[in-house]
């Protein structure tokens, strides 16, 4: 068992399903209970001298899927489930590393980072800012093209009104408070029962 006698413990976090390292920190008494109590990531910050649950602010937490205690029992790996970038600076690790994830989670995250952080200047969000009504004229327009350049034989031009259209489709999911986790959750659920 941890001895938080010796002072704050390290927490390495880790993707439980890439198993990329995702950031450090450290962790008292305090900020571990709250961890397993909660189920997410709560560090004790040496810089604030307070607790600190990642995630508090930018919604990105790291939800808890597992525990494990070093063999000298004074260091610990946490295998959690991130909710969006890991970094405050907005990568997916504190070492700017990508997360070996599926690059439609990533375009997610970039499109959460840039609502989030109403970036003037990006595309996206002028779009989400223009509210669902909008988001959904585009999608619609992307749809149309894309039905219309199915019916011809340029793979190039049917591949990228493909693109467009995922890539509103995700816009509109963020305005709905919804990620692509979501629809694949369905559609495991139908799978599994087919």
């Not at 499109?111 to 200047?121: A, R």
């Not at 011809?152 to 963020?174: C, G, P, T």
Request: with cysteine; charged share 30%; net charge positive.
């Amino acid at each position: 068992m941890i001895d938080f006698k010796k002072g704050l413990i390290p927490a390495i976090v880790q993707d439980s399903k890439t198993d990329k390292v995702l950031m450090l920190g450290y962790m008292n008494q305090e900020a571990y209970q709250k961890s397993i109590n909660e189920k997410k990531v709560t560090f004790y910050s040496r810089s604030k001298k307070r607790l600190w649950t990642k995630g508090e602010i930018s919604k990105n937490y790291l939800f808890i899927e597992n525990i494990l205690i070093d063999c000298d029992e004074d260091t610990l790996l946490i295998k959690a489930k991130p909710a969006g970038p890991t970094c405050h600076k907005g990568s997916d690790t504190c070492w700017k590393e990508m997360n070996n994830k599926n690059f439609l989670f990533y375009l997610e995250d970039i499109i959460s980072h840039k609502i989030n952080k109403k970036q003037e200047n990006s595309y996206i969000y002028q779009l989400s800012k223009k509210g669902i009504n909008r988001i959904s004229q585009k999608l619609g327009e992307e749809t149309i093209e894309l039905i219309i350049e199915s019916k011809d034989d340029n793979k190039n031009l049917f591949l990228n009104e493909s693109a467009d259209l995922l890539f509103h489709y995700l816009i509109l999911l963020k305005k709905k408070g919804l990620k692509i986790q979501n629809v694949i959750n369905i559609l495991e659920n139908r799978h599994s029962k087919s």
